[in-house]
C-alpha cells in the first residue's frame, strides 16, 4: 500500500541506503549508507567518477530499482516498500526524466512524445493533456515542431523535446541523467541555460553529470565515491544567490 508520511519536510529523504548486486555468488555493493534530503525547488548536481555509483542512485531516486536496505519518501511517500505497479504510479506522477540518450520514439510525432507518459494518468482528461503538451512545448521554444518526428530534428532539439515530455506532468523533481553527455557544446549550452529557466521558475532538478561546468551551475553538489557520498556543498552560484 501507499503510505504518506506527514512528517517529512523534504521532497526527498534518504536514510542508510545500501544497495548491493549478487552476481553468481558475488556481492557488488553499489551504494553504501547513503543520507541525503532534498528540498524543493532546490537544483542539485551529483558527481563523481564513472562506476562510483551515480546512476545507481538516480536509479533509486527515480524508483526505477529498490534499495537493499535502508527508506526513501519520496514528496511524502514512504517508497521504500511499494510494489512494482505502485512505484510506477508514483514514477509517472511525481518524477520527470531526461536522458543521455533522448529516448524518444522514432514513429511518434514530437507532441505524442510529449504526451505519452500522460496518457497513463486517469486523473488527466484528453484535453488536459493536449493543454499540458502545448504549454510544456512553449517552455523549450519547440512548439513549431509538434508535428515533426525526431528524425528530423537536431540532436539539441530532440533533448529539448525530452525536456518538455519531463516536465509536462508538473513533476515534483525532475531528475537528469548527463543531459548534455550526447550535446556539442553549443546544444549542451542551450539545454543547460533551459534547466536554469525552469529551476528559476520553481523547477526541483536532480543532475548527474561528469562536466564540472554543468554541475557548478547547480546550487549544490554532492560526490560520490565508491558508493558513499564524499562531499554535500554549496555551490559559488548559490552563494552567490545568498548573498
Known amino acids: 500500500m501507499i ?53 545507481t542512485l538516480l536509479s533509486l531516486l527515480g524508483l526505477l530499482d529498490t534499495s537493499t536496505a535502508g527508506t526513501y519518501q519520496l514528496a511524502g511517500h514512504e517508497a521504500s516498500d511499494l510494489s512494482r505497479d505502485e512505484r510506477a504510479k508514483i514514477r509517472n506522477k511525481e518524477i520527470g526524466f531526461i536522458f543521455q540518450a533522448f529516448n524518444l520514439i522514432s514513429d511518434l510525432s514530437v507532441a505524442e512524445n510529449v504526451e505519452l507518459p500522460l496518457t497513463y494518468r486517469s486523473d488527466i482528461t484528453k484535453s488536459q493533456r493536449a493543454e499540458m503538451v502545448k504549454d510544456a512545448l512553449e517552455k523549450v521554444d519547440m512548439q513549431h515542431r509538434a508535428n515533426h518526428f525526431p528524425s528530423q530534428l537536431s540532436g539539441g532539439q530532440q533533448q529539448r523535446v525530452a525536456v518538455a515530455r ?37 523547477a526541483t532538478i536532480c543532475m548527474v553529470t561528469h562536466d564540472p561546468r554543468s554541475a557548478a551551475r547547480a546550487g549544490r553538489t554532492i560526490e560520490v565515491f565508491d558508493g558513499k557520498i564524499v562531499s554535500d556543498q554549496l555551490t559559488e552560484k548559490s552563494q552567490a544567490v545568498v548573498l
Open 3 to 55: 503510505t504518506t508520511s506527514a512528517t517529512s519536510k523534504s521532497l526527498v529523504t534518504l536514510n542508510n541506503i545500501k544497495k548491493v548486486f549478487f552476481t553468481d555468488d558475488v556481492e557488488t555493493h553499489a551504494l553504501n549508507e547513503i543520507n541525503l534530503s532534498i528540498n524543493k525547488g532546490e537544483y542539485l548536481s551529483i558527481t563523481g567518477p564513472s562506476g562510483c555509483g551515480k546512476s
Open 166 to 202: 519531463a516536465i509536462a506532468g508538473n513533476p515534483s523533481i525532475i531528475l537528469a541523467d548527463e543531459p548534455t553527455g550526447n550535446l556539442d557544446s553549443k546544444n549542451a549550452q542551450v539545454v543547460m541555460s533551459l534547466l536554469d529557466r525552469l529551476h528559476d521558475q520553481g
